[in-house]
């Protein structure tokens, strides 16, 4: 195994020495980077010998593993009288300050993130299953490296009570403690962090979304962890809205490398076997967050460029009964030409519309995954089909169609008075996409 630590990601080394060893410790912003590579490889002696070599993994061991995604700080424990020496002569070559000594740091166990602890936090977050945005919060404050199990615990009676007495105030509070723990000074215990939050803003409500807007949660997805942000105001889509009231059950998840920036790979790694194991088995097999299981859902073509995809917990609508991704996918149009080809599959999806149904004669001028504001509704007699542009023998379904002006100046309108910027609309009813001017 090889740890790969970038210099400019080191908060602050320490040395701290006990009565049995001298130990290094690395307060780090980020994870390392953990690669794998065989030593007993057979090597060629063709240039191919020094290319895709190393596994990028996420943890050292299948112990590691389980603690992985909530401690990554690092402990060097030195054997021998010169080590610290050499240490320091490292960080001078690599331009690192060099560590402050004489810092007692006790090392005990301490089992913080024991398979034991860690399913009390679950069951905890799924008794909170009717209230999820706080459980999402409480999430995040394990998963973003703020608390603790322990600390959790502590928490547990004042966070049980807020959501009791203030259930409409309760996750917005959660989401203003998340960020003000993660910046509190110095010296001040998480508990008293929570007891300023709750004097402050206790009572304060969250304000509604603008109209084309919701709260969306945003998962990052990297290497070794789970990052847990907002929930943010976000543009919405087609799909959002046709579930309107049912927002906190899609989730934006989107997948970087430890830094927050997209993936890289040096020549000597596989990236392409690290995407298959890490994206693809959140694609396949899903993930739990905060007691709800989520699956894979789609994705807009902008997103994709990102990196960022649509993840959904199946929920039980009022008028649609159950709702699941197989479901959405379903309605939003027929892809059985194109489901060899996932890549084309997704996209075609992601550009769909809403099949036209005798029972809702309105058709929404909106998209399905692409970001998009409301704008009028039309009734069915009010718009006709275009036959298709074919030549030898090959269909072209997309293209510029045309619009009347008073509708245009209508629709203008409208996204002026939700102060927005117009421009070419794209409509797609019944299964017919395109762009009109």
Same mark, same amino acid.
């Given at each position: 195994?090889? &740890? ?16 049995? =060893? ?34 990028? $993994?996420?943890?050292?061991?299948? !112990? *590691?593993?389980?603690? #992985?995604?909530?401690?990554? %700080? ?13 240490? @320091? ?14 810092? +007692? ?10 398979? @034991? ?10 008794? &909170?299953?009717?209230?999820?945005? $706080? ?9 973003? !490296? ?5 600390? &959790? ?9 807020? $959501?009791?007495? %203030?259930?409409? =105030?309760?996750? =917005? ?7 003000? #723990? ?16 709750? @004097? ?11 109209? !084309? ?62 995407? +298959?194991?890490?994206? !693809?088995?959140?694609? @396949? ?40 991704? *197989?479901?959405? +996918? ?19 999806? #992601? ?45 072209? =379904? ?8 008073? &509708? ?30």
């Amino acid at each position: 195994m090889i &740890l790969v630590i970038n210099v400019s990601m080191v908060l602050i080394p320490q040395t701290s020495e006990s009565r049995i =060893s001298l130990d290094i410790c690395l307060d780090l912003f980020t994870p390392p980077i953990i690669e794998r590579e065989d030593i007993n490889r057979t090597l060629t002696g063709e240039w191919s010998d020094t290319k895709n070599y190393r596994d990028r $993994v996420g943890a050292l061991h299948p !112990g *590691h593993e389980k603690i #992985a995604p909530y401690a990554h %700080h690092i402990r060097i424990i030195l054997s021998e009288p010169g080590d610290l020496d050499r240490f @320091k002569q490292f960080c001078r070559i690599a331009e690192l300050r060099p560590p402050f000594e004489g810092v +007692r740091i006790e090392a005990t166990c301490q089992g913080f993130f024991t398979s @034991k602890q860690l399913a009390w936090v679950q069951r905890w977050l799924t008794s &909170l299953s009717s209230n999820w945005r $706080v459980a999402f919060q409480i999430d995040a404050l394990l998963r973003n !490296g703020i608390a603790n199990t322990k600390e &959790l615990e502590v928490l547990r009676p004042r966070i049980d009570e807020l $959501v009791l007495r %203030h259930r409409t =105030s309760a996750a =917005s509070i959660m989401r203003f403690f998340v960020t003000r #723990a993660m910046t509190r000074p110095p010296g001040q215990t998480i508990q008293k962090c929570f007891e300023l939050v709750l @004097k402050e803003k206790l009572g304060n409500v969250r304000p509604e979304a603008p109209a !084309g807007r919701f709260y969306c949660h945003h998962v990052t997805v990297t290497p070794t962890r789970l990052i847990l942000e907002g929930p943010n105001i976000l543009q919405s889509n087609r799909v959002i809205r046709e579930y309107d009231g049912y927002e906190d059950n899609f989730i934006r998840v989107d997948f970087r490398d430890e830094d927050r920036l997209q993936y890289r790979w040096d020549r000597e790694v596989d990236g392409a076997n690290f995407v +298959r194991y890490r994206v !693809g088995d959140f694609l @396949k097999d899903g993930f739990k967050l905060a007691g709800k299981d989520f699956t894979f859902l789609a994705y807009s073509q902008s997103a994709l460029r990102e990196h960022a995809v649509w993840f959904v917990s199946s929920f039980e609508h009022a008028t649609k009964g159950p709702v699941n991704a *197989h479901t959405i +996918r379903s309605s939003l149009g027929d892809f059985s030409g194109c489901i060899s080809s996932p890549s084309k599959y997704a996209a075609r999806m #992601a550009v769909s519309w809403l099949r036209l149904c005798q029972a809702f004669p309105l058709i929404a001028f909106q998209q399905a995954f692409t970001a998009t504001d409301p704008s009028v509704k039309i009734h069915r007699l009010q718009w006709s089909e275009m036959p298709d542009i074919v030549e030898n023998g090959v269909m072209f =379904s997309d293209g510029v169609g045309t619009i009347s002006e008073d &509708l245009g100046d209508l629709i203008w309108q409208t996204l002026c008075n939700a102060r927005r910027d117009g421009g070419a609309h794209a409509v797609k009813p019944s299964a017919v996409s395109g762009f009109t001017t």
